[in-house]
């Protein structure tokens, strides 16, 4: 598995395959009217800013292509509003280049081929991308973001999406997530050489990329994997628990989305594998912790994330949570407003870099952010983006529920660099 080529990664990633729990963030810079901002060429405003699609002499319009109709409505929502609260900040200071920001909003309903449309109703008025939700999506898209040198930050971690000069994995990749996981069930969970683990995972390139790194993991730690494929639409996890309990697991990973791992979770909870359970990222919601499930998931869940949790004493994110709730009170605070926040915080400054050396063109946009070696928002750990085809961050926190708290998970390991993943990367 650690050898698997960059090639084979690229094929992988052309299967177009539904991944409901591997979310691709997109946020697109959308311009000013579509006659004055088609076409490639683009020129220079009248301050001197070279310009392109997506850049007028008075704004920069983000477009996202987001779900608020579909599976991943809630997010959808949460990521949206994040940003525009971000581009409602920027825009009373001043703007970006003396010019404010826009953002344009497509709902696709996790529907690829809407998303393909959206795309082209909006690509030639857009001049980056911080935002669109479904890996299936990104893609569909990858080859016309490289055409067309848009810079996205996909909401999606698998390693299939490095190596695109225009497109960024904001964080870790699913790999080095689940060798951080395997690391710390062998140093809190008292796992050792010989025991087994289980790994459940989406088909697709999310689920491969997470089996690519407990394989890899578990070989180094003398311990056993038996992995359990499963559909996104499968909820009922009833028998891949009595698979992984016939095998005598002493742990779990789970790459998939919220509603398995409350399945999963639950189930073993309620026949007696009382087992340490670990998640990717995607694969909690704060949701889950008002479900009968709840309890269960308090006791046996760890999460890793690339991003610590949303109620996390760090200044940062203390602000932007205070600031979230006061503009949208009604809303939870969970963590796709985080990971909004941050894409468009990141996407800002790459903005701004481009434009102190003169141009606001695509080009000058994505070559401003492959500049960026220390890119920190204050939101978590510092992004190195010069490197395509190394994930941006190697930082990885564990998580735990908490129903009390805001975004219902709390901090239990701050963000550290797993044992063996240079190594790992070295490898691949």
Known sequence: MNTTTHRHRNRRRTSGTVLAGALALLLAVSGCSSKADSGDKGGDAADGVRTGPGVSAKTIKL?????LTGPYATLGKSIVQAQQMWADEINAKGGICDRKIEIVVKDHGYDVQ????????????????????????????????????????????????????????????????????????????????????????????YGANALEGSTWAAKKAGLKVVDQKIQATDTDLSAQVSALRKEGVK?????AGPAQTASLVGVAASRGLKVPVVS????????????????????????????????????????????????????????????????????GADLKKACEAGGLSREDVVKAHRSQKNADTGLGTPQDFSDVDRPASVETYVLKPDAKAVGAVVNAEDAHTAPGVEDYLSAR
């Open 63 to 67: 477009g996202a292509l987001t779900d």
């Open 251 to 255: 742990a779990i990973l789970i790459s």
């Open 280 to 347: 990717s990222a995607p694969g909690f919601a704060p949701q889950l912790m008002k479900t009968p499930a709840a309890p269960a998931l308090a006791a046996m869940l760890s999460i890793v994330s690339a991003a610590p949790a949303v109620s996390a004493d760090v200044p940062g994110v203390q602000q932007m949570v205070k600031s979230y709730q006061k503009k949208y009170p009604d809303s939870p605070v969970d963590s796709g407003v985080l990971s909004g926040y941050n894409a468009a915080q990141l996407m």
């Open 114 to 205: 809407k998303a393909v449309t959206a795309y082209a109703d909006i690509s030639q008025d857009v001049v980056a991308m911080p935002q669109v939700i479904g890996s299936p999506v990104v893609a569909a898209l990858l080859d016309d973001i490289e055409r067309d040198k848009m810079l996205t930050f996909p909401q999606a971690w698998a390693a299939s999406l490095l190596g695109k000069d225009a497109v960024q994995v904001i964080g870790t990749t699913y790999d080095v997530d689940m060798i951080a996981a395997v690391d710390f069930l062998t140093r809190t969970k008292g796992l050792k050489k010989g025991d087994t683990i289980g790994h459940v995972y989406f088909e697709g390139d």
